[in-house]
């Protein structure tokens, strides 16, 4: 299932979309008279809902260009990977993949590969690409997806294109986007990150933060809801700093109220929350807003002052938890989660453990876990990083179990209550998955004509993460 739309036309970049819509004519053109088939796009995103979300819109050009999309590899016309730089694994992932395509490429000499995202935003990458893998032909960085119909049109012509300069402040509005999934959505509220976490490479490879007006996320949230949306998460690196820049005066807060206010029947998320920025009028926004679920992802990262210091946090474990216990205070039964890094350089087997005792003190719902991973550039890789490893990873075992505990006590409590969940999936065997307000996964059975709308399920067995449950007749 799928849709394709054009948000909010007036607000566009005039001169820059008309100059893009002439060039995928162009591409169109060319692309008839060469395939006798449709042109098929695949397209493989890596990392955060931001990058998947940014792939909606690639996607949407693509589209208008007269793709189709393929999820064979193989038999593609055009291979694009949406890459990740925030771990060295998910790079290195990325290496392995674009090897693999080279003796299919060799097969097929008009296959198009190209490369964009975080990672292509990067000197040294690009310049290993240029370099290491002559078969790709496109590198582009995260400021230039909108003129993938230029870039691509002069590769058609023959050239091989990399365009990864950075290009301060730029938004533009009114790009087609292509989802996967009308019921559920990404929108996009900021792009960029100032907050320059010691470890962190997004501020690098993403820019200085910058909000999009309301009216346009308003606009494009009216159109989703129009178009069947049913949960639409709120999306950017600290939406909590939202508004920040804009001729408007406005927060996120604010923001969330206004989206509340759009009629129907339909759920607002948002990711990510940075603590120093989470302030009580957005959890009483959060509170107030009955389309707001009431799941909260603040991510703390360390539960030691010291490690929060040298990692550029700016808030302290107290003023984390005190944030907690407001929003518990007024949101009873939220759902909480975070995002933890273990083995920060220099981190001391004491200053593990009061990670440890924090996540004991908030008990959060799930954990989004990483093991530090040194990126090139950042205040971080230059720090003495003495533990080995190998005891990273046993201090990762011991999170990890203990985590595991605390969330099946949370799932055991729920069995034999009913719950109102939007049915996400639907497999061959007639199970259906469908999440709780807090982001809990149910299985049970059912249609597969429910995907996409909201059910009543009583939970009947509890998992430590996930719960089975029966629909409500
Ligand atoms: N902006 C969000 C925030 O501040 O919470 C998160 C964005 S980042 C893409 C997602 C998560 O990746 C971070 O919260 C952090 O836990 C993790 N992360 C970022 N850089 C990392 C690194 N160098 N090593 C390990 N984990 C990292
Ligand atoms: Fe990275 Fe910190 Fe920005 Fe999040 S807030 S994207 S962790 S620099």
Same mark, same amino acid.
């Given at each position: 299932?799928?849709?394709?739309?054009?948000?909010?036309?007036?607000?566009?970049?005039?001169?820059?979309?008309?100059?893009?819509?002439?060039?995928?004519?162009?591409?169109?053109?060319?692309?008839?008279?060469?395939?006798?088939?449709?042109?098929?796009?695949?397209?493989?995103?890596?990392?955060?809902?931001?990058?998947?979300?940014?792939?909606?819109?690639?996607?949407?050009?693509?589209?208008?260009?007269?793709?189709?999309?393929?999820?064979?590899?193989?038999?593609?016309?055009?291979?694009?990977?949406?890459?990740?730089?925030?771990?060295?694994?998910?790079?290195?992932?990325?290496?392995?993949?674009?090897?693999?395509?080279?003796?299919?490429?060799?097969?097929?000499?008009?296959?198009?590969?190209?490369?964009?995202?975080?990672?292509?935003?990067?000197?040294?990458?690009?310049?290993?690409?240029?370099?290491?893998?002559?078969?790709?032909?496109?590198?582009?960085?995260?400021?230039?997806?909108?003129?993938?119909?230029?870039?691509?049109?002069?590769?058609?012509?023959?050239?091989?294109?990399?365009?990864?300069?950075?290009?301060?402040?730029?938004?533009?509005?009114?790009?087609?986007?292509?989802?996967?999934?009308?019921?559920?959505?990404?929108?996009?509220?900021?792009?960029?990150?100032?907050?320059?976490?010691?470890?962190?490479?997004?501020?690098?490879?993403?820019?200085?933060?910058?909000?999009?007006?309301?009216?346009?996320?308003?606009?494009?949230?009216?159109?989703?809801?129009?178009?069947?949306?049913?949960?639409?998460?709120?999306?950017?690196?600290?939406?909590?700093?939202?508004?920040?820049?804009?001729? @408007?005066? #406005? %927060?996120? &807060?604010?923001?969330?109220?206004?989206?509340?206010? +759009?009629?129907? *029947?339909?759920?607002?998320? !948002?990711?990510?929350?940075?603590?120093?920025?989470?302030?009580?009028?957005?959890?009483?926004?959060?509170?107030?807003?009955?389309?707001?679920?009431?799941?909260?992802?603040?991510?703390?990262?360390?539960?030691?002052?010291?490690?929060?210091?040298?990692?550029?946090?700016?808030?302290?474990?107290?003023?984390?938890? @005190?944030? #907690? %216990?407001? &929003?518990?205070?007024?949101?009873?039964?939220?759902? +909480?989660?975070? *995002?933890?890094?273990?083995? !920060?350089?220099?981190?001391?087997?004491?200053?593990?453990?009061?990670?440890?005792?924090?996540?004991?003190?908030?008990?959060?719902?799930?954990?989004?876990?990483?093991?530090?991973?040194?990126?090139?550039?950042?205040?971080?890789?230059?720090?003495?990083?003495?533990?080995?490893?190998?005891?990273?990873?046993?201090?990762?075992?011991?999170?990890?179990?203990?985590?595991?505990?605390?969330?099946?006590?949370?799932?055991?409590?729920?069995?034999?209550?009913?719950?109102?969940?939007?049915?996400?999936?639907?497999?061959?065997?007639?199970?259906?998955?469908?999440?709780?307000?807090?982001?809990?996964?149910?299985?049970?059975?059912?249609?597969?004509?429910?995907?996409?709308?909201?059910?009543?399920?009583?939970?009947?067995?509890?998992?430590?993460?996930?719960?089975?449950?029966?629909?409500?007749?």
């Amino acid at each position: 299932m799928w849709w394709c739309s054009l948000n909010n036309e007036l607000r566009v970049n005039m001169g820059e979309k008309a100059h893009q819509s002439e060039f995928a004519e162009r591409v169109s053109s060319i692309l008839n008279a060469k395939y006798d088939h449709k042109p098929r796009a695949f397209v493989h995103t890596y990392g955060c809902q931001g990058n998947v979300s940014d792939s909606e819109r690639i996607k949407g050009l693509l589209w208008q260009m007269g793709y189709e999309f393929t999820d064979n590899a193989e038999n593609a016309d055009l291979v694009l990977f949406n890459t990740c730089a925030v771990r060295e694994h998910a790079e290195d992932r990325v290496f392995g993949n674009v090897g693999a395509l080279k003796p299919i490429k060799e097969q097929r000499r008009d296959m198009i590969i190209a490369l964009c995202g975080c990672m292509m935003q990067q000197p040294h990458i690009a310049e290993k690409i240029k370099r290491s893998y002559p078969y790709v032909n496109l590198v582009f960085g995260t400021y230039q997806a909108h003129r993938l119909p230029e870039m691509l049109y002069r590769v058609l012509q023959g050239k091989r294109v990399f365009e990864n300069a950075e290009e301060k402040g730029k938004i533009v509005e009114g790009l087609p986007v292509y989802r996967d999934r009308s019921f559920k959505s990404w929108l996009p509220v900021m792009y960029g990150c100032d907050n320059f976490c010691s470890y962190c490479i997004v501020p690098y490879v993403r820019g200085r933060e910058r909000s999009r007006k309301s009216e346009d996320i308003i606009a494009e949230a009216r159109e989703l809801v129009e178009n069947g949306a049913k949960d639409i998460t709120l999306l950017g690196q600290n939406v909590n700093s939202y508004g920040k820049g804009l001729d @408007e005066n #406005i %927060n996120f &807060a604010e923001l969330l109220k206004k989206i509340n206010d +759009i009629p129907g *029947d339909f759920v607002i998320r !948002f990711m990510t929350s940075h603590p120093k920025d989470c302030s009580k009028e957005l959890l009483d926004a959060m509170a107030d807003c009955e389309k707001v679920e009431k799941h909260l992802h603040l991510p703390f990262q360390s539960g030691n002052n010291r490690i929060l210091h040298e990692m550029n946090r700016k808030y302290t474990r107290d003023t984390y938890i @005190e944030l #907690i %216990n407001y &929003a518990k205070s007024r949101m009873p039964g939220l759902a +909480i989660t975070s *995002d933890v890094i273990v083995g !920060f350089p220099g981190e001391t087997e004491e200053e593990f453990e009061d990670t440890l005792s924090l996540i004991r003190e908030v008990e959060f719902t799930s954990l989004f876990t990483f093991i530090y991973s040194p990126r090139e550039g950042t205040v971080a890789a230059k720090m003495p990083d003495p533990v080995t490893h190998k005891e990273k990873a046993a201090r990762m075992q011991r999170l990890l179990d203990l985590q595991e505990q605390i969330a099946a006590k949370r799932t055991a409590k729920m069995v034999g209550k009913v719950y109102r969940v939007l049915v996400e999936e639907a497999d061959e065997k007639g199970i259906l998955t469908g999440r709780t307000q807090d982001n809990i996964a149910i299985l049970f059975e059912g249609s597969d004509n429910l995907l996409g709308s909201f059910c009543n399920v009583t939970v009947t067995e509890a998992m430590s993460w996930i719960v089975k449950g029966k629909i409500c007749q």
